[in-house]
């Protein structure tokens, strides 16, 4: 993948606050700027997933917040639910069961999945009524911007967006060529 002029750079870069799989020194680390209720999102997760796979260590996958709350009303509802995971270390199980359950995100979908992951329940509606993450979900989507995301998913390659299509062979593809390009 060639690098343009109109290439966008993550802004801010990786850091303690982001949820991240992977090792911390992965010669590659792919960000995703999702929305839990995006459909584009959701075919992208099993491919995200794949893609890991294929990586393994190599990997370092970053997850950053982007509801596009005008198209799609349960968004930022399933991202704060989603950091309240976060606060109790669950953050990746609610992150797949939101994805592998879209359709159906409701503040008592929400509840049940916090309560199939394990979660303190009280908590978490605690933390949900509260808006306690809010503004941790406002500071992921204005990192999008500042770093020129335009729709879910946007993917960025150590650092700089992937231009190019997410399915499996051409995101691997693109993995590939900055690994070897080192």
């Given amino acids: ?16 606050r982001d949820h991240a799989q992977g090792p911390a020194d992965a010669p590659l680390t792919l960000v995703e700027y ?12 099993p491919i995200v997933k794949a893609v890991q796979q294929h990586f ?3 990997l370092r996958f970053v997850f950053r917040n982007f509801p596009l709350g005008t ?17 109790q270390g669950r953050f990746w199980e609610m992150h797949d069961a939101l994805f592998e359950h879209q359709r159906a995100l409701d503040d008592e979908h929400l509840g049940a999945y916090a ?3 394990g979660l303190d329940r ?9 808006g306690t993450h809010t503004a941790r979900v406002k500071e992921d989507f204005l990192s999008g911007v500042r770093s020129g995301v335009n729709g879910t998913p946007t993917f960025f390659i ?7 299509s997410w399915d499996a062979a051409t995101l691997t593809r693109a993995l590939e060529e900055k690994l070897h390009a080192r």
């Fill in 115 to 117: 309560d199939t992951i």
């Fill in 56 to 58: 393994g260590n190599r």
């Fill in 1 to 16: 993948m060639a690098i343009s002029e109109d290439t966008a750079i993550l802004s801010p870069a990786i850091s303690a």
């Fill in 158 to 164: 150590n650092g700089l967006r992937h231009n190019d």
């Fill in 71 to 87: 198209l799609h009303p349960n968004a930022e509802r399933a991202a704060e639910a989603a950091e309240a995971a976060g606060a």
């Fill in 34 to 45: 999702g929305d839990f209720e995006c459909p584009h999102c959701g075919r992208a997760h």
């Fill in 122 to 130: 009280a908590r978490f509606d605690r933390e949900l009524a509260a």
